[in-house]
């Protein structure tokens, strides 16, 4: 019940494509859903976050899209870049401190 | 936001020996956070760190492997004891932002074991 489901593993789209990358949970708890960002070397950073009284938020080419009844959640990259090639991870939390993490998707754009 | 600075950023150790890794946090917090990141997988939290009090650990995890100190509100240590190949991994820091949700992370501790 406290897991975080992330597909894909590996995605690899050419530039201006869109990339989306799907999380799953079971935990009807979790009420903070955020998305992070990690380069190589680099520690993660976060995203872009959403809570599940909204069905989508947008900041600049990232999107959440939340769907609270199928209990699933993605993050889309519009016009993806050869800079955006990172891994992410979705995560998901209950008001308390812990985050559960999903897998990761490393995600490479073609140039 | 918060500024973490984590040392070392890597090192390769031999088996047997204990590695500490410091974190540094530019603002003063209630509590952090110490992850491992094993290749090609996951965040996995090892133990909450507490100023003034014993860390709290995860399942899985013991003092006795990964003792901690948080001897004033931005600094904290986590040793990796006794260590074996099986222990290479990126070690993370990370501290909640002054919002109270935002999780935010050092550059992490890259652990490679002979």
């Known amino acids: 019940q406290q897991q975080v489901k992330q597909s894909p593993q590996s995605l690899i789209v050419q530039k201006g494509g869109i990339s989306i990358i799907n999380c799953a949970y079971e935990n009807t708890a979790f009420d903070y859903f955020p998305w992070y960002q990690q380069f190589p070397g680099k520690g993660p950073a976060l995203l872009i976050a959403i809570r599940p009284d909204v069905s989508e938020k947008k900041e600049g080419r990232f999107t959440i899209s939340f769907n609270k009844s199928a209990k699933q959640f993605s993050l889309h990259i519009m016009d993806s870049q050869p800079g955006d090639s990172a891994t992410y991870f979705c995560?998901?939390?209950?008001?308390?401190?812990?985050?559960?993490f999903g897998t990761g998707t490393r995600l490479k754009v073609l140039a | 936001s918060a500024v973490i600075s984590q040392k070392p950023s890597r090192d390769i150790c031999q088996r047997g020996t204990s590695l500490t890794i410091q974190c540094q946090v530019d603002s003063q917090v209630t509590m952090m956070f110490w992850y491992r990141q094993q290749p090609g997988q996951s965040l996995t939290l090892i133990a909450t760190a507490n100023q003034g009090s014993e860390a709290t650990y995860e399942s899985g995890f013991v003092i006795d492997k990964f003792p901690i100190s948080r001897p004033n509100l931005t600094f904290s240590t986590l040793t990796v004891s006794n260590m074996s190949p099986e222990d290479s991994s990126i070690y993370l820091c990370s501290v909640r932002g002054t919002g109270g949700e935002k999780l935010f992370f050092g550059s992490g501790t890259q652990l490679s074991v002979l």
């Open positions: 995560a998901a939390s209950s008001g308390t401190y812990k985050y559960i």
